[in-house]
């Protein structure tokens, strides 16, 4: 049996936005370097979708984007990921809809009742890990120093539920989704899921000048059956859509504090905050957060600089591209050299 590389917080019972209570929530997280005296070296850094921590590391390294040797890490799983509390996990009964209001706020229990701390260096975030980082500025304004949004909006668009509302639908075709679950692995659908998303995940330009190419593979059905069509065979497919549910609710404004108003919700972040998109991502649009920029309204500083990058969404997350890399560590160099008040 494998040994665990990480640890478990338990928030007990825990009512959900969506009016439910869930028994015994579990979530998963592991932390990298020190946390120093002061307890204000800290990056939290919230995991995509379909990503466990170990996928995102890479990030994580002396003198990288994130560096350990400076900073006191934390990467907590999101809900649904298999790790922490998942439709996998959980005694194979109706799973609730969890939130990222919710997510958070027990994120937020896990940094001050295990390890007391009260400020955040920094929240950086991919994906559905940029849009927790927008949620996380939203809510604990007085918490967050710094957020980085990465290929993430403060909500999910019509645009990017539609997208979404494919991928489910390529997976649930597939003749294991029976009575509203998965009984047993589609693998027709994770074929089906994975080329739906290599078109939308990836962009014109990345196509046309095959760029696919410099990754190794030698054609482009190649690079569709060996970098997408089992993509996300390795995850339990009920787990996936536990999560595809939490992204298209997606909603700083979506809680009781703001009542569905962005631009109050926008207006409530105090951090320093760097808007990230891809500029030729097609589900994270750059012109979300374009639109959101001029209602940061309260923030300590806000930027938008988009990586121009021809691997749409993937430029968010380039771990075999030296050239998104080398921009994405530079703008988070210089966000953390941002001051702040003690």
Known sequence: MTQRDYEIF????????????????????????????AKDNVIL???????????TEWLIQPGGVLDPT??????????G?????????SGGGP?????????????????????????????YGWSMGGMQAYHWAARYPDMVQRAAVVCGSARCSPYNVVFLEGVKAALTA??????????????????????????WAMSHGFYRDELWREAGFTSLEDYLVRGWDTVFARRDA?????????WQHGDISGCDEFGEDLARALAAIKAHILLMPGSTDRYFDPRDNEAELGRLVNARSAVLHPIPSDH?????????????????????????DKQVEP
């Open 238 to 246: 009920n787990d996936l859509l536990a999560q595809l549910a939490i």
């Open 81 to 89: 990921n298999g790790l922490s509390s998942s439709p996998s996990n």
């Open 10 to 37: 338990e928030a007990g019972d825990v009512a959900l936005q969506s009016g439910s209570v869930f028994r015994g929530v579990l979530l998963a997280y592991k932390t990298y370097g020190t946390l120093n005296a």
């Open 45 to 55: 850094y919230p995991t995509s979708f379909s990503a466990q921590h170990f996928d």
């Open 174 to 199: 597939d003749p294991a989704w029976r009575d509203g679950r998965f009984v047993e692995k589609p693998v027709a659908g994770f074929r089906a899921m994975g080329r739906l998303y290599a078109g």
């Open 95 to 123: 799973f609730p809809l969890f939130s990222y209001h919710d997510a958070i706020a027990i994120q937020r229990r896990l940094l001050t009742e295990r390890f007391g701390i009260t400020k955040l260096a920094l929240v």
């Open 312 to 336: 749409g969404h993937r430029a968010g997350n380039p771990v075999n591209n030296a050239a998104d890399h080398a921009f994405i560590k530079s703008e988070i160099a210089a966000l953390l």
């Open 70 to 79: 400076r900073y006191f890490i934390v990467i907590p799983n999101l809900f």
